[in-house]
């Protein structure tokens, strides 16, 4: 996927659509973890749609439910979003950094051989 030690780092416009990638799919992941979360709400706990979608933003970026479940199918929901919220938020960031890390070393390394 990425160019290896021995080739040359791509041009600025062609990181720039690499990077474009990146975002878009950690967005597209954001997207459809959030409309995963909002079903659940609204599905176990009854939630409108304004509260499901506030309760499944806040876990998605790390701060925690505003409505404490009271249920035990949301509770049992509740548990495994948080869960799988977390990890949305390690992949988000590996997927939006990954390229321009790459980059970095890759300019590091390519400028020591020369």
Do not use: C
Not at 15 to 32: T, W
């Amino acid at each position: 996927m990425y160019e290896s030690r021995q080739q040359q780092p791509i041009p600025s416009q062609a990181f720039a659509s690499r990077l474009g990638k990146h975002v878009a799919a950690a967005f597209g992941l954001l997207g459809v973890s959030l409309a995963a979360g909002m079903l659940g709400y609204m599905q176990f706990e009854n939630l409108s749609v304004a509260d499901a979608f506030l309760n499944a933003a806040m876990l998605l970026g790390g701060m925690g439910p505003v409505n404490a479940p009271v249920t035990l199918s949301g509770k049992v929901f509740a548990g495994a979003y948080a869960l799988y919220a977390g990890l949305v938020f390690i992949v988000t960031a590996a997927l939006i950094f990954t390229p321009i890390i790459h980059r970095v070393l890759h300019k590091f390394h390519w400028d020591s051989e020369q």
